[in-house]
């Protein structure tokens, strides 16, 4: 006896992919992308911390560059914060993306991904102004210390 079980739909693979790709993608981007931006703001916010209690001392006396390098690091810490949002944010539109292609709406998928891409291009964009300020703040402060 033969099995005539029904023939699967492509349209409704392709929706079940995509649905799945889309809870997929906004698990692993998220994820991945908080604990590194989460790290950059650790970092920064910890390095200007420790050059606080340092220029706290009475023996560091007035010091400018120390100032600019504890700047750097609040603004990597800043720059870090905000990139969380434009994360959560791209990873948003990602999800979104891959709904509406479930749903057999192209366009608006289309349109999602192109927000989305965008979204990372900042994202990244941010990542690295959080690593530049990291390390101006490193110089600022290895200088000024240097100069003790």
Known sequence: ???????????????????ERSHNDAVAVNEHARAAVNLMVVINGG???ALLA?????????NVVLLFGIASFAIGVVVGALNIRVLTRTT????????????GDQSGADFKFAEAKRGQRH????FLAALISFSVGILLSGTSILLL
Do not use: C, L
């Open 123 to 126: 994202g990244d964009a941010m």
């Open 54 to 62: 340092f220029a706290n001392r009475p023996e560091a006396g007035p």
């Open 47 to 49: 390095a200007a911390t």
């Open 1 to 19: 006896m033969m099995d005539k079980s029904p023939v699967p739909d492509p349209d409704d693979i392709r929706r079940s992919f995509a649905a």
């Open 92 to 103: 948003f539109s990602y999800m979104e993306a891959w709904h509406s292609q479930a749903h």
